[in-house]
Protein backbone atom coordinates (compact mmCIF):
# COMPACT_ATOMS: atom_id res chain seq x y z
CA UNK A 1 0.00 0.00 0.00
CA UNK A 2 1.19 3.46 -0.63
CA UNK A 3 1.88 5.57 1.98
CA UNK A 4 4.13 8.60 0.19
CA UNK A 5 3.97 9.95 -2.89
CA UNK A 6 5.88 12.78 -4.76
CA UNK A 7 5.25 14.42 -7.94
CA UNK A 8 7.10 16.76 -9.72
CA UNK A 9 8.86 18.18 -6.16
CA UNK A 10 11.11 21.07 -6.97
CA UNK A 11 13.00 23.57 -4.64
CA UNK A 12 14.47 26.70 -5.85
CA UNK A 13 16.71 28.87 -3.37
CA UNK A 14 17.35 32.46 -4.79
CA UNK A 15 21.07 33.49 -3.82
CA UNK A 16 21.29 36.51 -4.80
CA UNK A 17 21.09 36.89 -8.60
CA UNK A 18 21.75 33.19 -8.45
CA UNK A 19 18.98 30.16 -8.73
CA UNK A 20 19.83 27.16 -6.65
CA UNK A 21 17.88 24.27 -7.84
CA UNK A 22 18.49 21.84 -5.06
CA UNK A 23 15.24 19.70 -6.07
CA UNK A 24 14.48 19.25 -9.68
CA UNK A 25 11.31 17.58 -10.52
CA UNK A 26 11.65 14.56 -8.69
CA UNK A 27 8.73 11.96 -8.51
CA UNK A 28 8.73 9.10 -5.32
CA UNK A 29 6.52 6.56 -4.15
CA UNK A 30 7.18 4.47 -0.71
CA UNK A 31 5.01 1.62 0.21
CA UNK A 32 3.72 1.16 4.17
CA UNK A 33 6.38 -0.89 5.92
CA UNK A 34 9.49 -0.07 3.41
CA UNK A 35 13.19 0.47 4.08
CA UNK A 36 14.52 3.19 1.51
CA UNK A 37 18.00 4.30 2.02
CA UNK A 38 18.80 7.84 -0.26
CA UNK A 39 22.63 8.29 -0.88
CA UNK A 40 24.38 10.93 -2.70
CA UNK A 41 27.19 13.39 -2.60
CA UNK A 42 26.91 16.71 -0.74
CA UNK A 43 25.19 18.94 -2.25
CA UNK A 44 22.94 16.66 -4.29
CA UNK A 45 19.69 17.16 -2.62
CA UNK A 46 19.47 14.89 0.22
CA UNK A 47 18.57 17.11 3.50
CA UNK A 48 16.27 18.91 1.42
CA UNK A 49 14.40 16.25 0.04
CA UNK A 50 13.96 15.05 3.75
CA UNK A 51 12.70 18.49 5.08
CA UNK A 52 10.12 18.93 2.44
CA UNK A 53 8.41 15.49 3.40
CA UNK A 54 9.46 16.10 6.68
CA UNK A 55 7.27 19.10 6.17
CA UNK A 56 10.25 21.35 7.94
CA UNK A 57 10.46 23.33 4.21
CA UNK A 58 7.76 24.21 1.81
CA UNK A 59 8.45 22.77 -2.01
CA UNK A 60 8.86 26.07 -4.30
CA UNK A 61 6.18 23.45 -6.54
CA UNK A 62 5.09 20.05 -6.36
CA UNK A 63 2.61 17.98 -4.47
CA UNK A 64 3.84 15.75 -1.88
CA UNK A 65 0.65 13.04 -0.35
CA UNK A 66 1.85 11.23 3.25
CA UNK A 67 -1.38 8.93 3.59
CA UNK A 68 -3.46 10.72 1.39
CA UNK A 69 -3.00 14.55 2.75
CA UNK A 70 -1.31 16.94 0.47
CA UNK A 71 0.81 18.66 2.88
CA UNK A 72 2.24 21.11 0.80
CA UNK A 73 -0.98 22.69 0.68
CA UNK A 74 -1.58 22.86 5.25
CA UNK A 75 -0.71 25.95 6.99
CA UNK A 76 1.80 26.40 9.16
CA UNK A 77 -0.51 25.25 12.37
CA UNK A 78 -1.55 22.28 10.21
CA UNK A 79 1.47 21.14 9.00
CA UNK A 80 3.02 21.78 12.93
CA UNK A 81 -0.24 18.97 14.06
CA UNK A 82 0.16 16.91 10.72
CA UNK A 83 4.23 16.49 11.24
CA UNK A 84 3.40 15.79 15.71
CA UNK A 85 1.70 13.31 14.47
CA UNK A 86 2.44 11.08 11.69
CA UNK A 87 5.80 12.53 10.62
CA UNK A 88 8.68 10.84 13.05
CA UNK A 89 12.30 12.77 12.27
CA UNK A 90 15.96 11.52 13.51
CA UNK A 91 18.61 13.59 13.44
CA UNK A 92 22.07 13.50 13.84
CA UNK A 93 21.80 15.78 16.70
CA UNK A 94 19.26 13.64 18.73
CA UNK A 95 17.45 17.47 19.48
CA UNK A 96 16.41 16.58 23.17
CA UNK A 97 15.49 19.00 25.57
CA UNK A 98 17.87 19.21 28.01
CA UNK A 99 15.81 20.31 31.07
CA UNK A 100 13.34 17.21 30.21
CA UNK A 101 14.05 14.05 31.46
CA UNK A 102 14.09 10.65 29.31
CA UNK A 103 10.77 10.10 29.74
CA UNK A 104 9.34 13.49 29.17
CA UNK A 105 11.49 13.95 25.82
CA UNK A 106 10.02 10.27 24.45
CA UNK A 107 6.38 11.23 25.24
CA UNK A 108 6.97 15.12 24.07
CA UNK A 109 5.33 14.93 20.76
CA UNK A 110 1.87 13.31 22.97
CA UNK A 111 2.06 15.65 25.78
CA UNK A 112 2.04 18.97 23.28
CA UNK A 113 -0.67 17.64 21.45
CA UNK A 114 -2.57 17.13 25.29
CA UNK A 115 -3.43 13.75 24.85
CA UNK A 116 -2.92 10.66 27.42
CA UNK A 117 -0.03 8.90 26.02
CA UNK A 118 -0.28 5.32 25.91
CA UNK A 119 1.00 3.56 28.38
CA UNK A 120 1.54 0.12 26.82
CA UNK A 121 2.94 1.29 23.58
CA UNK A 122 5.63 3.27 25.57
CA UNK A 123 6.58 0.57 27.62
CA UNK A 124 7.49 -1.71 25.00
CA UNK A 125 9.45 1.02 22.54
CA UNK A 126 11.30 1.29 25.71
CA UNK A 127 12.06 -1.84 26.54
CA UNK A 128 12.68 -2.76 23.31
CA UNK A 129 15.32 0.31 23.06
CA UNK A 130 16.83 -0.56 25.78
CA UNK A 131 15.61 2.69 27.89
CA UNK A 132 13.62 1.29 30.77
CA UNK A 133 16.35 2.03 33.79
CA UNK A 134 17.08 5.21 32.43
CA UNK A 135 13.41 7.06 31.74
CA UNK A 136 14.63 9.24 35.18
CA UNK A 137 17.64 10.75 33.81
CA UNK A 138 18.32 14.26 32.11
CA UNK A 139 20.35 13.78 28.08
CA UNK A 140 23.50 15.23 29.36
CA UNK A 141 23.62 11.85 31.99
CA UNK A 142 23.43 9.64 28.71
CA UNK A 143 26.33 8.25 26.08
CA UNK A 144 25.57 9.50 22.94
CA UNK A 145 24.28 6.24 21.65
CA UNK A 146 20.99 6.30 24.34
CA UNK A 147 20.58 9.83 23.45
CA UNK A 148 19.91 8.51 19.87
CA UNK A 149 18.04 6.17 21.25
CA UNK A 150 15.81 8.24 22.90
CA UNK A 151 15.34 10.34 19.94
CA UNK A 152 14.55 7.00 18.20
CA UNK A 153 12.10 6.23 20.44
CA UNK A 154 10.20 9.68 20.76
CA UNK A 155 9.90 9.26 16.69
CA UNK A 156 7.86 6.09 17.45
CA UNK A 157 5.69 7.12 20.21
CA UNK A 158 2.90 8.53 18.30
CA UNK A 159 3.50 5.19 15.52
CA UNK A 160 3.75 8.01 12.39
CA UNK A 161 3.26 7.34 9.13
CA UNK A 162 6.92 7.33 8.03
CA UNK A 163 10.18 7.68 9.87
CA UNK A 164 13.03 10.05 8.45
CA UNK A 165 16.62 9.33 9.34
CA UNK A 166 18.72 12.59 8.30
CA UNK A 167 22.52 11.08 9.06
CA UNK A 168 21.28 9.58 12.09
CA UNK A 169 24.71 7.65 12.86
CA UNK A 170 27.04 10.95 11.74
CA UNK A 171 27.81 12.04 15.50
CA UNK A 172 28.36 7.84 16.51
CA UNK A 173 31.38 6.40 16.81
CA UNK A 174 31.17 2.75 15.13
CA UNK A 175 29.09 0.40 17.69
CA UNK A 176 27.06 3.18 18.48
CA UNK A 177 26.41 3.61 14.69
CA UNK A 178 25.66 -0.32 14.03
CA UNK A 179 23.49 -0.27 17.01
CA UNK A 180 21.36 2.62 16.09
CA UNK A 181 21.02 1.44 12.25
CA UNK A 182 19.56 -1.97 13.62
CA UNK A 183 17.59 -0.27 15.92
CA UNK A 184 16.28 1.36 12.75
CA UNK A 185 15.67 -2.16 11.15
CA UNK A 186 14.24 -3.19 14.37
CA UNK A 187 11.53 -0.45 14.12
CA UNK A 188 10.69 -1.44 10.54
CA UNK A 189 10.44 -5.25 10.92
CA UNK A 190 8.76 -5.41 14.50
CA UNK A 191 6.33 -2.41 14.12
CA UNK A 192 6.01 -2.09 10.25
CA UNK A 193 7.67 1.18 10.88
CA UNK A 194 8.11 3.14 6.98
CA UNK A 195 11.85 4.18 7.14
CA UNK A 196 13.53 6.63 5.01
CA UNK A 197 17.21 7.19 5.82
CA UNK A 198 19.50 9.45 4.45
CA UNK A 199 23.35 8.41 5.15
CA UNK A 200 26.27 9.24 3.32
CA UNK A 201 27.72 5.98 4.11
CA UNK A 202 27.81 2.66 1.37
CA UNK A 203 27.50 -0.24 4.10
CA UNK A 204 24.78 1.65 5.48
CA UNK A 205 22.93 2.36 2.79
CA UNK A 206 23.38 -1.46 1.93
CA UNK A 207 21.45 -2.46 5.12
CA UNK A 208 18.39 -0.96 3.31
CA UNK A 209 15.39 -2.68 1.10
CA UNK A 210 15.84 -0.22 -1.84
CA UNK A 211 18.84 2.88 -2.47
CA UNK A 212 17.80 6.02 -4.03
CA UNK A 213 20.64 7.90 -5.48
CA UNK A 214 20.36 11.82 -5.87
CA UNK A 215 22.68 13.79 -8.05
CA UNK A 216 22.20 17.51 -9.05
CA UNK A 217 18.75 17.45 -7.17
CA UNK A 218 17.53 14.17 -9.36
CA UNK A 219 16.93 10.74 -9.15
CA UNK A 220 19.22 9.32 -10.89
CA UNK A 221 19.09 5.69 -9.74
CA UNK A 222 16.75 3.31 -8.26
CA UNK A 223 17.68 0.31 -7.00
CA UNK A 224 16.37 -2.86 -4.84
CA UNK A 225 18.43 -5.04 -2.74
CA UNK A 226 18.19 -8.50 -2.36
Given amino acids: MEILHCSHLTKIYNAGADEIRALDNVDLTLEKGSFTAIVGASGSGKSTLLHLLGGVDRPTSGSIFIEGTD ?3 LNMEELAVFRRRKVGLVYQFYNLIPTLDVRKNILLPVLLDGRKPDTERFEQ ?6 LSNRLSH ?4 LSGGQQQRAAIARSLIYQPAILLADEPTGNLDRRNSEETIELLKLSNQRYG ?3 LLITHDEKTALTAERILTLEDG ?7 IS
Fill in 71 to 73: IST
Fill in 125 to 130: IVNTLG
Fill in 138 to 141: LPRE
Fill in 193 to 195: QTV
Fill in 218 to 224: KIVRDEV
